[in-house]
């Protein structure tokens, strides 16, 4: 059970848009911790493709863009390409009484049509 | 470009300990928070612990008992220790890097996979 929840999958045909949430709560994206998006093509290391919410690094499409409000956050991709198959993951902290701790959502597989 | 390169057994036995290393290149350890990260097979990331080259740790409260992080600037290397090992610590293991000022993972290594099994 992830502290941030995803849908486990979303589809869509090439050049669709399809979104992508991230559910959290109030120890977590509601405390005013940042959302950060990580996208996984198979096989290989997870990579990041959004950061504090809705900045991409260099070299990252801007037809990904994220957002942020109250505890949820979103990616957007929009003219879905077959090159973003992949997972993608969300990531912020957490607040316990134990202290601030990094966690993930479980991901969503984006599938291609 | 910094570079980051997991390495250790492929293999361990149920109940024994667990040693990584990760050997950064292309730049410094310092002014870093240096991170573990597993993914096992089929499933999602799970953060394991970080490390501040200056000393501050911060470990998964869930592996915080079995999980000791470390980092040797001499060596520009991270490593990590997971105790009393099972099946369920079957996964691929990343290190990872965070800026001081983000919380975000800009660079991974590749990963290693571990396999627990007798």
Known sequence: QSVLT????????????????????????????????????PGTAPKLLIYANSKRPSGVPDRFSGSK??????????????????????????????????????????TVL | QVQLQESGPGLVKPSETLSL??????????????????????????????????????????????VTISVDPSKNQVSLTLRSVTAADTAVYYCARRAAAG?????????TLVTVSS
């Not at chain 1, 949430?21 to 996984?40: E, I, K, R, V």
């Not at chain 2, 410094?28 to 240096?34: A, D, K, L, Q, V």
């Not at chain 2, 919380?103 to 990963?111: I, L």
Request: include cysteine.
């Open chain 2, 21 to 66: 290393t990760c050997s950064v290149s292309g730049g410094s350890i310092s002014s870093y928070y240096w991170n573990w990260i597993r993914q096992s097979p089929g499933k999602g990331l799970e953060w394991i612990a970080y490390m501040y080259y200056s000393g501050t740790t911060n470990y998964n409260p869930s592996l915080k008992s079995r």
């Open chain 1, 6 to 41: 995803q849908p486990p999958s979303v589809s869509g045909a090439p050049g669709q848009r399809v979104t992508i949430s991230c559910s959290g709560s109030s120890s977590n994206l509601g405390a005013g911790y940042d959302a950060h998006w990580y996208q996984q093509l």
């Open chain 1, 69 to 110: 409000s109250g505890t949820s956050a979103s990616l957007a991709i929009t003219g879905l390409q077959a090159e973003d198959e992949a997972d993608y993951y969300c990531q912020s902290f957490d607040s316990t009484l134990s202290g601030s701790h990094v966690v993930f959502g479980g991901g969503t597989k984006v």
């Open chain 2, 103 to 111: 919380r975000n993972f800009d660079h991974w290594g590749q990963g």
